[in-house]
């Protein structure tokens, strides 16, 4: 069955400091994967995504996200964290062939000044 | 803005009131989606329509009940709700076959008393 999983209910980091998401999958086939982010009051918004090629994708706002066939993972990563990064991540999946969307349970990301 | 507009925002009714949320979007694509989010719980997917035709229902129980007129409108048909209903109803628009991400609309706070 297909899944995500984002193990970290929050994360908390300092203002300046690198941050790591983290989000594991499962899928029978090659996935696509995404990451959305979602403020208070908002619905979701795209950051980024993976569909083939390149490991290292970059996104909106600064973020990047590494994917890792072997460790089936797709952390979601920023060198350099902002107060405004504070927010609900989601992982998302899909398989390429598929229009259905998995989603994680999300992860809170404090960022402290 | 994302492209998705959903109303109302917010929306609080009783047990026995009838009431109807709307989605549209305006980005020609092919496929819409109700999804739930409740608080510490992963994104559920409600009902899927592509091509105007319904093709996912995972479950849902029967006061909820979706109608899609035609490929930019959505709605979803509220009836004899219970307390655990209360929750963000959040549309979202595809474009099928491709490898284009789904778009979110803001979302609906639903409270049932």
């Known amino acids: 069955a297909q899944s995500v999983a984002q193990p970290e209910d929050q994360v908390n980091v300092a203002e300046g400091n690198p941050l790591t998401v983290k989000c594991t999958y499962s899928?029978?086939?090659?996935?696509?994967l995404f990451w959305y982010v979602q403020y208070p009051n908002r619905g979701l918004q795209f950051l980024l995504k993976?569909?083939?090629?390149?490991?290292l994708v970059k996104g909106s706002y600064g973020f990047e996200a590494e994917f890792n066939k072997s460790q089936t993972s797709f952390h979601l990563k920023k060198p350099s964290a902002l107060v405004s990064d504070s927010a609900l991540y989601f992982c998302?999946?899909?398989?390429?062939?598929?229009?259905?969307?998995?989603f994680g349970s999300g992860t809170k990301l404090n960022v402290k000044p | 803005e994302t492209g998705v507009t959903q109303t109302p925002r917010h929306l609080v009714m009783g047990m026995t009131n009838k009431k109807s949320l709307k989605c549209e979007q305006h980005l020609g694509h092919n496929a819409m989606y109700w999804y739930k989010q409740s608080a510490k719980k992963p994104l559920e997917l409600m009902f899927v329509?592509?091509?105007?035709?319904?093709?996912e229902n995972n479950s849902v129980p029967s006061r909820f009940s979706p109608e899609c007129p035609n490929s930019s409108h959505l709605f979803l048909h509220l009836h004899t709700l219970q307390p655990e209903d209360s929750a963000l109803y959040l549309c979202?628009?595809?474009?099928?076959?491709?490898?284009?991400?789904?778009?979110f609309g803001p979302g609906t706070r639903l409270t049932v008393t």
């Open positions: 979202a628009s595809s474009q099928q076959g491709t490898e284009l991400e789904q778009y």
């Open positions: 993976y569909i083939t090629g390149d490991n």
């Open positions: 899928v029978s086939g090659n996935p696509y």
């Open positions: 998302a999946v899909r398989e390429y062939n598929f229009n259905k969307f998995y």
């Open positions: 329509y592509s091509l105007e035709e319904r093709v």
